[in-house]
């Protein structure tokens, strides 16, 4: 039962003493006097992922183009850029979504700590490389169901009830729902509200134990106050496993985001600590699309 002795190799020791404090009302490069809730990146970050030389085309339409970065667990890293630029495709590369896509191809290289995800099997990866999306979508089952689902699917045997139990509170907890849904874990997900629903597909994403978190959009959906606290979540949650968040929302990558990484027509222009990139960008597309010119 793997989920219960993750090898310890993958996880980074919890900082509590770092908690998700807001850093208030410095304004980078004129467009943004909002808080931010990050505290600048874990001196403990370590590289999960690698992405070098990746190109995706869709048929003879390139998508993405010779972009290389990397992903490491202790940061949040943002991918940022105008509609179309290919910020989702890259997203999906990562657990290899995008082969789904019968025209796409793809080259370069992706590996998830060392080991080219090529050779990985898909399911497998996609348990390890997780993504939660822009809409929530629990399972019509019990909030209960819902995490156990995953874990009951990659145990080898049938968990214990005890065991399974201690497990789904743990990965509830994690993503910051327990306590609002601890009294009836029978309830049916479906009517929990809209940011309950997004942090529950949150905690199931985390039930399968990964070393990285995809999150394409994942409050575009909510209000504001359930913005927030998926905001204040991921931030948290960067010290357990690597988050990439696609985001449309300036704002959100300043309030949130290490490491920002800017696409413009599937090139990627600019990666970079936020601060640089959002306070003084080294390039002209980059100091355009941050200080609203565009896109
Ligand atoms: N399944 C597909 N088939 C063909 N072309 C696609 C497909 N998915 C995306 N594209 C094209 O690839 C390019 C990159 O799309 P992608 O969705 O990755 O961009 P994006 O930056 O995430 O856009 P948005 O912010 O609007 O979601 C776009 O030109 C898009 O039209």
């Known amino acids: ?51 070098d030389q990746l190109s995706i085309a869709y048929g003879p339409k390139l998508a993405v183009d010779t972009v290389s970065l990397p992903i490491r667990q202790g940061e949040v890293l943002a991918l940022i850029g105008p509609s179309g630029c290919g910020k989702t495709t890259l997203l999906r590369s990562l657990n290899r979504l995008t082969e789904l896509t019968k ?59 005890r065991v399974l139990h201690g497990a789904v509170a743990s990965a509830l907890e994690r993503a910051g729902l327990y306590d609002e849904v601890k009294g009836d874990l029978s309830h049916p997900a479906l009517r929990l509200s809209g940011g309950q629903q997004q942090r529950l597909c949150i905690a199931r994403a985390l039930a399968a134990d990964p070393e990285v978190l995809l999150l394409d959009e994942p409050c575009s959906a909510l209000d504001p106050q359930s913005t927030q606290v998926i905001e204040d979540l991921i931030v948290q949650l960067r010290e357990q496993v690597a988050v990439v968040i696609v985001t449309h929302n300036l704002q959100q990558a300043y309030r949130i985001a290490d490491y920002v990484a800017f696409m413009y027509l599937g090139e990627l222009v600019e990666y970079g600590p936020a601060d640089q990139v959002f306070g003084s960008p080294r390039e002209q597309r980059t100091a355009e699309y941050v200080s609203g010119g565009f896109g």
């Open 1 to 51: 039962m793997r989920f219960l002795h993750p090898p310890p190799v993958r996880r980074l020791p919890l900082t509590g003493e770092q908690p998700a404090t807001v850093v208030g009302g410095e304004a980078a490069n004129g467009f943004v006097s909002a808080p931010r809730r990050r505290v600048g990146a874990s001196p403990l970050a370590v590289e999960r992922m690698n992405v």
């Open 103 to 161: 025209t796409a191809s793809m080259k370069g290289r992706i590996t998830l700590d060392g080991v080219d995800t090529a050779t990985l099997e898909p399911t497998a990866l996609r348990r390890r490389v997780t993504m939660v999306f822009q809409q929530p979508n629990p399972f019509p089952m019990s909030v209960f169901d819902n995490v156990a689902y995953v874990l009951r699917e990659q145990a080898s045997r049938r968990p214990k009830k």
